[in-house]
């Protein structure tokens, strides 16, 4: 095997499978598998090893790609052949083609991109080489203040965001949700939406959504590239903003949200400049109103003045022709009073003959009217009398009917308790002393029995 495999290399397309790391020793075990075209026969499997100079071309691997090295994926390797009596036939890694995987994932991107614009047409499509969604399409408000973040409880990036825009200089006030889960690993997809729906079922007015990852491995960027998670921006019915540290390529999740920018400082960044540009529009306006008021102020001054003078000549013709006018009535006034005064003396001069001439017939006729009310007074002043004295005779006769002594007469008793006398609704309780008074005895007596009175 030496003689013929010695000093020798070959570049072999395959699947991962079993891939075990130990990261004390920096060694990949794992098996190197082909596989029938369109089904799972093997048709090839190899074991594999990767150490010092092959472990280190994977991990340029996975920074570079953005794909972790693990199980059920395609790679093109360069590998040699080892073969050990104990351990057999071996292929040891010692490079992995970088173009190859990123052929692929980037073949995959596409496939995925393809998918969301063919099943969701109504929210995705492709113009002029660009994706234009229907989150992309929604109206980001000018002032952003209320925000749901979904991220990592852990992740370091969440403290740069949060601490970004709490230490802005502009004092700006932010109310923060956090939304926290997994953002890592291609096969979570699941847990990111499930907090979207949370956010969307939780009935608050949010400005936007922010989406942010920080730290972490490279290869984490590829849980934004599945289909459930673009579907989901897309279609989702408030701004969403990424920032999940990318620095080359933007992912799917990226194409289809609204805003996306490399990391979650940049996320807060962004969010505080479109801040701070809506506040200067506001002062420019604010500038602006008031140099145009200023404008206007001088535009219409000498106007201002001219009306002014031409209201106080007016208002001086006014006064002067009311001045004239008023002048005139009190002459008409004081003509009218002059005729007004002669005609009232000669009433007056009438009046004093009337007066001269009847107060002996008003004498009499008040004496004949005294007389009739005299005669009709006495009459009514004895038929009153005989009245008022039937009245007291019959309220005489009730109250002597009425009186107590009748009523006892009749048999009915007078009850006391205690010295009073008992009132309809007082409670008199079994072996309390009681006084019966009578129309001829006045008895003392002990209560024994108590009945309601069915009143027959």
Known sequence: MEQVFQGRGFWVIADVTSHNY???KNHHYFDLVEKEPGSSTLLAKFSARAWNDGAEQISVFEQTTGQRFTNDINVLLLVSVNYHPAFGLQLIVHNIDVNFTLGTLEKQKQATLARLVDDN????RLENSEYRTFNQELALPSAIQRLAVISSSTSAGYEDFQHTLQNNNQGFAFHIDPYFTVVQGENNARYIVEQLIAIYHSDKAYDAVIIIRGGGAQTDLLLFEQYTIGKAIARFPIPVITGIGHQKNQTVADLMAHTSLKTPT?????????NRDFTDRISLLEKSIAL???????AYRHDIVALQHTLKQTAQARL???DNALQRRA????HIGQIKLLHEQLHLIYLKDQFIQRPQQLLFEQHSELDKHNTKLRSDYFLNLSKRNQEVEMRAMMLRLFSPENIL?????IVKRKGKVTDVNAAINIGEEVQIITAKEDLTATVTTKNEYDRR
């Open 22 to 24: 130990k990261p004390g």
């Open 121 to 124: 047409p109504d929210y995705v």
């Open 266 to 274: 940049q996320a807060a960044e962004f969010i505080i400049a479109r």
């Open 292 to 298: 145009r008021a200023q404008q206007y102020v001088s």
């Open 320 to 322: 002067n022709m009311e």
């Open 331 to 334: 002459n008409d006034l004081a």
């Open 409 to 413: 007469r009749k048999g009915f008793a």
